[in-house]
């Protein structure tokens, strides 16, 4: 069989209030699959105010705007190196930013957009997708294409819940398999008068996956633009992002995997 | 309840007979006089001492026409009907005298709803148009606006209508415990058929001079919402309130574009979060600069500043490179309390930073609208 033609699994992070942990969440799975040693590509479609170049605090021309631009002009050109590389201790993925400037968000085409990731996906073990919390045309197009879509949500107060419900409800609309989606609540211990079973009760669906809350460790994680789990202090919220990641990946959570400057897997992917 | 005596003038013979009938099935009012001609009406309509004319505006001399009726009956309060209402039109009705639209036919309750309008108070002509803008959501902005609606409001003694457009993911409604009989979404259907008065009773009373047009219910109901359908609704708002605060959904797209282009002033809104929330409010900034005027239009907010002081403002504004109008302090506890139990944190401590906040940016907001009209 020709390994060029397996299509990797496109993972997108969405949800229906901004601020619950997309992007942290997102990158940490993207360096959590790559330290396991599989290839990633972090894509940023929050075109607008996307913060994954931020986050990661990587320099770099390229974006989105460069890849279609490339598509169209010469679709048979190849796109790995217009991506932007985030390495860390020998562990990289790739990365697709969010356009430079903020008037190209709004000029670029969702078609074009998901003509570059159905071209990506043959090259790339893992696609992980960043999105806006809204049902616009762009997210519904990578909603349909992807193949596992990972609902964030937070229980902090009464409008977020019901926006939760909204979000699920509509999901459930647009009738996927039941396993495409899987409702990941983060920062589950923080602040709130509201009780996780009557969240449940609202959902009518269970959490696949529950995050604690650790502001601080994200905080310092975003000011140091390191990914928690590649940072070399272990807390509960890395443990619980790797057994999330190790759920993606239908081979348990890697605890003793070998010195990274002698692994076999990072001669391939250093 | 006072009883008004109608003079009815009508070029239309059959809309003649339909809207004398409506008239007549109205409580509280009769029909003193009735004329196709205009003239006739100037003539003889004085004998019937009416204390409200329904005009027909759908002809090229009406303002005219207008100026003549209002010079001869200073005493009566004239209605323009027409076909459909204008925006641009409005301005010159409300000019020459007139004190509301209705579109024909008009139904009783129509009628009744202008009536009681111009009777509580005049006409609006002057309103401050505020769109509060969010470059990534989870903002605090819903809060805000709720908050400075009633802050403004009590403290001017003006009326104020809140725009939930943020489409699909609009809190007003939860936010005031409410459960809207009409959403934004009926009236942007229906706005071919509205007039100011009419879309009044589609906006939800909260407290004395403050109402609510509420967001709609889900998201597929986005689309029912039409850019020029929200330009009317926003245009007729303004006849309306005094004040018109409009929440639209985050980030630039359709709908906060036309809302920010239609008002005077525009807020960026947005939470310190430890994140890049800076670096957002100038990568928006770059695209507000496209207004020549956008330093009197455009300006920011912040929420959830700890400590919340005069110096951590003036740092934000260094920061951003653009001046800080106002800060919010971190009220999450407070809010999500009264939310999570339906009613406003407004109600709360009066002396607390949040309340003093508020009360502040409202202020200056009232003194703004001043200073506009002082112009004139």
Same mark, same amino acid.
């Given at each position: ?74 679709? @048979? ?68 294409? @992807? ?113 990274? @400057? @002698? ?8 | !309840? !006072?009883?008004?005596?109608? !003079? ?10 339909? +809207? ?70 409005? *301005? ?41 803008? *969010? ?8 809060? +805000?606006?709720?908050? +400075?609606? !009633? ?133 928006? +900034? ?91």
């Amino acid at each position: 069989m020709n390994e060029s033609q397996i299509d990797g699994a496109i993972i997108t992070f969405f949800s229906t209030s901004s601020a619950v942990g997309k992007t942290l969440i997102g990158i940490n799975m993207a360096s959590e699959l790559a330290r396991e040693g599989y290839s990633v590509c972090l894509a940023d479609f929050d075109l607008q105010f996307g913060d994954v170049k931020n986050y990661l605090q990587l320099n770099t021309d390229y974006s989105i705007t460069t890849l279609c631009d490339t598509m169209k002009t010469n679709s @048979s050109h190849p796109l790995t190196p217009l991506l932007a590389t985030y390495t860390y201790n020998n562990i990289s993925f790739q990365v697709i930013p969010a356009p430079q400037k903020l008037e190209e968000a709004y000029t670029l085409e969702p078609d074009s957009i998901i003509d570059v990731i159905k071209k990506l996906r043959s090259q790339y073990d893992y696609i992980i997708i960043d999105t806006t919390s809204m049902f616009s045309v762009l997210n519904l197009a990578l909603l349909d294409i @992807s193949t596992i879509v990972t609902f964030l949500g937070i229980v902090d107060f009464i409008p977020t819940i019901k926006n939760m419900k909204i979000g699920n409800d509509t999901l459930n609309t647009l009738n996927y398999d039941a396993n495409k989606i899987r409702l990941v609540l983060n920062r589950s211990d923080a602040k709130t008068r509201i009780d996780l079973q009557d969240v449940v009760r609202i959902l009518g669906d269970n959490f696949y996956h529950i995050l604690p809350n650790d502001f601080e460790s994200a905080r310092q994680s975003i000011a140091t633009g390191i990914p928690l789990v590649l940072s070399d202090q272990k807390s509960d919220l890395t443990r619980a992002l790797q057994s999330l990641v190790s759920k993606y990946t239908n081979k348990g959570y890697m605890s003793t995997y070998k010195d990274k @400057s @002698s692994s076999w897997i990072s001669k391939f992917f250093g | !309840m !006072m009883m008004h005596n109608i !003079m009815l003038v009508e070029g239309n013979r059959l809309m003649l007979e339909q +809207l004398s009938n409506i008239i007549n099935n109205t409580e509280n009012v009769k029909l003193v006089a009735r004329y196709q001609d205009a003239n006739e009406a100037l003539g003889q309509g004085i004998v019937f001492t009416p204390s409200v004319i329904l005009l027909d505006a759908d002809h090229q001399d009406s303002i005219r026409v207008l100026e003549e009726f209002s010079r001869v009956f200073p005493n009566a309060a004239i209605i323009c009907t027409g076909e459909k209402w204008h925006a641009e039109s409005s *301005s010159l009705y409300v000019n020459a005298g007139a004190k509301c639209f209705l579109v024909k036919p008009f139904s009783s309750d129509d009628l009744t709803e202008a009536i009681a309008s111009f009777s509580n108070s005049t006409f609006n002509t002057t309103s401050k148009v505020i769109t509060f803008f *969010s470059p990534k959501g989870k903002s605090g902005k819903t809060t +805000l606006i709720a908050n +400075l609606a !009633m802050a403004i409001a009590r403290r001017s003694n003006s009326t104020v209508g809140i725009i939930d457009a943020d489409l699909q993911f609009g809190d007003m409604a939860l936010f005031f415990n409410l459960t809207p009989k009409s959403t934004i979404v009926e009236a942007a259907r229906d706005t071919d058929f509205l007039s100011p008065v009419s879309l009044n009773s589609y906006y939800v009373p909260l407290v004395k001079n403050v109402s609510v047009l509420c967001g709609t219910k889900e998201p597929s109901l986005i689309d029912r919402v039409s850019i020029p359908a929200l330009e009317s609704l926003i245009n007729m708002s303004k006849n309306l309130f005094q004040y018109l605060l409009i929440d639209v959904p985050a980030g630039f797209n359709p709908t906060s574009i036309a809302a920010a282009e239609m008002s005077d002033i525009t807020y960026i809104v947005s939470m310190l979060n430890g994140g890049y929330e800076l670096q957002h409010i100038q990568r928006a +900034l770059e695209i507000f600069k496209c207004w020549p005027d956008y330093q009197k239009r455009v300006k920011t907010l912040l929420t959830r500043v700890e400590p919340c002081t005069i110096t951590a403002q003036k740092q934000l504004a260094d920061a951003i490179g653009y001046p800080v109008e106002g800060i919010i302090p971190n009220a999450f506890l407070e809010i999500s309390d009264a939310v999570d139990d339906g009613h406003m944190a407004l109600d709360l401590n009066p002396n607390s930073i949040l309340s003093q906040r508020i009360n502040f940016l409202a202020k200056k907001i009232i003194m703004n609208k001043q200073d506009d009209e002082d112009d004139f």
